[in-house]
């Protein structure tokens, strides 16, 4: 079973840049597909992003597309999601998630078995 810990979040400005980590521990990591998800309040979870085990292919939600970038590094069990011109509609809970699927990585909730405990991340105007 594998842990996941985000971290890197915080409070920044309009326009600001933001890297968060996700560190798995337990589990394969390197054998994972991983997606970035995120959840402002009152709202439902929402894709963001998401990367295949090997690195290859990525997706994005068409709000991140140019300004957010995934990336993964297997060797250090850890997911990145590097984030730039954000805006305060970025303001949520950021949540990495794992599954065990290979192929195309998936953009729903429930194609996700892993999750993390989330790291608030707060844009003001």
């Known amino acids: 079973q594998v842990q996941l810990v985000e971290s890197g979040g915080g409070l920044v400005q309009t326009g600001d840049s933001l890297r968060l980590s996700c560190t798995a521990s337990?589990?394969?990591?390197?054998?994972?597909?991983m997606g970035w998800f995120r959840q402002a309040p009152g709202n439902e979870r929402e894709f963001v992003a998401a990367?295949?085990?090997?690195?290859?292919?990525?997706r994005y939600a068409e709000s991140a597309k140019g300004r957010f970038t995934i990336s993964r590094d297997n060797a250090k069990n850890t997911l990145y999601l590097q984030m730039s011109a954000l805006k305060p509609a970025d303001t949520a809970v950021y949540l990495c998630?794992?599954?065990?699927?290979?192929?195309?990585?998936?953009?729903?909730?429930?194609?996700?078995?892993?999750w993390g405990q989330g790291t608030q991340v707060t844009v003001s105007s």
């Open positions: 998630a794992a599954n065990s699927l290979w192929g195309q990585p998936g953009t729903l909730v429930s194609e996700y078995e892993y």
């Open positions: 337990r589990g394969t990591f390197s054998t994972k597909t």
């Open positions: 990367i295949p085990w090997g690195g290859g292919t990525t």
